[in-house]
């Protein structure tokens, strides 16, 4: 895990000082930077997330749940990240407007993707009652 930082965090500050020094001159080329250090971030961290996904997937077998039932979880997971990358992005670039837009569509899809483990909650009431 502490690699996987280590490598996360040069990259950054790397890609960071880099598209500083190029801004200047070409802002666009310093964006393109910034969002190629990004998705290589994002690879990064992906292998360190390899651990933690790994566990609740034993976790959940011990505790004999449905895999069905975790899809959402994961799902909501990976929107929640993406929606907070692309959101930074549009920041950078300046597009404030876009960037809330970006965090309200995240939010809205988190919840369409949570229907069925809601229903799911829901036809557990029903079961009880």
Do not use: H
Not at 59 to 77: F, G, I, S, T, V
């Amino acid at each position: 895990m502490t690699q996987t930082g280590i490598k996360l965090f040069a990259l950054a500050l790397a890609a960071a000082f880099l598209a500083l020094v190029v801004k200047k001159q070409s802002p666009e080329l310093a964006l393109a930077l910034s969002l190629f250090a990004c998705a290589a971030g994002a690879g990064i961290l992906l292998e360190g997330l390899r651990p933690v996904l790994g566990l609740a997937e034993a976790l959940a077998e011990k505790a004999e749940l449905d895999r069905a039932m975790l899809k959402p979880l994961w799902r909501c997971l990976g929107l929640g990240l993406l929606t907070e990358l692309s959101a930074s992005v549009c920041a950078d670039a300046g597009q404030a407007a876009l960037s809330k837009l970006v965090e309200l569509g995240g939010s809205v899809l988190c919840l369409a993707v949570s229907l069925p483990l809601l229903q799911a909650v829901l036809a557990l009431i029903e079961a009880l009652a």
